[in-house]
């Protein structure tokens, strides 16, 4: 069964700073891993994506993750945060054959102006 | 707008209501998902089409739920007999199955239900 943790619940980083969200997940197969952003009552809008080659992977916005093996992780980081970086944000794994997508419980991103 | 969309955005009902919703995907995706958001929690999928086929359906799926795609475009998930706890965002994915270690589901803003 696949799985997926994100460890912080909510983060908080100053405007300029660098961010990191955390993500960690389990599969038995080989992983393919997102990254999704949910503004306030809207539906999920698609960041980035690891499917194979390259470790690091660069997405919209500015944003680019981490692809780590040996961690079993794929943290989502960003240079400079901005305050409408500020959302709700989803790591989702998917494994092999399997179709549907297996989300983390979301992490709170506040950028502080 | 070529996004997904789903209609209505909101939904109030009374328990025991029959409340249906809509999901247009992205025109050219073969691919249809349908998950479900509680509050403070990630999507958990429900159910998907390739075209109008449904091939897997998650046991959350109970049998009060149903969902179609007659003509391999448009969706509907249809909730009988609601209870409170249905009471979530129901969200519509698309992607196109050309190859599929590539897919990508692109998801359309949700219809959040409110079952009294």
């Known amino acids: 069964a696949q799985s997926v943790a994100q460890p912080e619940d909510q983060v908080n980083v100053a405007e300029g700073n660098p961010l990191t969200v955390k993500c960690t997940y389990s599969?038995?197969?080989?992983?393919?891993l997102f990254w999704y952003v949910q503004y306030p009552n809207r539906g999920l809008q698609f960041l980035l994506k690891?499917?194979?080659?390259?470790?690091l992977v660069k997405g919209s916005y500015g944003f680019e993750a981490e692809f780590n093996k040996s961690q079993t992780s794929f943290h989502l980081k960003k240079p400079s945060a901005l305050v409408s970086d500020s959302a709700l944000y989803f790591c989702?794994?998917?494994?092999?054959?399997?179709?549907?997508?297996?989300f983390g419980s979301g992490t709170q991103l506040t950028v502080l102006p | 707008d070529t996004g997904v969309s789903q209609d209505p955005r909101h939904k109030i009902t009374k328990r025991g209501q029959n409340v249906t919703f809509r999901c247009d995907p992205i025109?050219?995706?073969?691919?249809l998902y349908w998950y479900r958001q509680t509050l403070g929690q990630g999507p958990e999928f429900l159910t998907y089409?390739?075209?109008?086929?449904?091939?897997?359906k998650s046991r959350l799926l109970s049998d009060r739920f149903s969902a179609e795609r007659p003509k391999g475009s448009f969706s509907t998930l249809e909730i009988q007999r609601t209870e409170q706890g249905d009471s979530a965002m129901y969200l519509c994915?698309?992607?196109?199955?050309?190859?599929?270690?590539?897919?990508?589901?692109?998801f359309g803003p949700g219809t959040r239900l409110l079952v009294l």
């Open positions: 994915a698309s992607s196109l199955s050309e190859r599929d270690f590539q897919e990508t589901q692109y």
């Open positions: 599969v038995s197969g080989n992983p393919y």
């Open positions: 690891y499917i194979t080659g390259d470790n």
């Open positions: 989702a794994v998917r494994e092999g054959s399997a179709r549907q997508l297996t």
């Open positions: 025109s050219e995706h073969n691919r």
């Open positions: 089409f390739q075209n109008e086929a449904q091939l897997e």
